[in-house]
């Protein structure tokens, strides 16, 4: 009994899995292509604070004033985690960051 529910279910209401299914693989797919993206920065600023490049720093810190707020968090986040004298925000406080962006 409980099977045939189950497949009425599905037919019934296909449409609304298959764009629930949709939306599900794009989540995954953006969470995966930020996670890659946030792990490049990472990886970048920690190499020009290794270095101490000064001129790549001085070029960073003038083109941070035209960056969207996201990115400029995003920047801050990364460049906290290379550098030992900052300390990053903890994993909390950027998860309310992001959802209270999202309001």
Not at 14 to 33: G, M, P, Q, Y
Not at 40 to 60: N, Y
Request: proline share 3%.
């Amino acid at each position: 009994m409980q099977i045939d529910q189950i497949f009425s279910f599905i037919v019934e209401n296909r449409e609304v899995l298959t764009t629930f299914v949709i939306a599900l693989i794009a989540v995954i797919k953006l969470t995966a292509w930020g996670k890659a993206q946030a792990a490049a920065l990472d990886a970048v600023v920690g190499i020009i604070e290794r270095m101490g490049v000064r001129e790549v720093k001085a070029a960073i810190a003038r083109t941070e004033t035209a960056l969207p707020a996201a990115a400029k968090d995003a920047l801050k986040d990364s460049v906290a985690k290379a550098d030992p004298k900052k300390s990053p925000l903890s994993t909390a406080w950027r998860v309310v960051r992001e959802v209270s962006r999202g309001l």
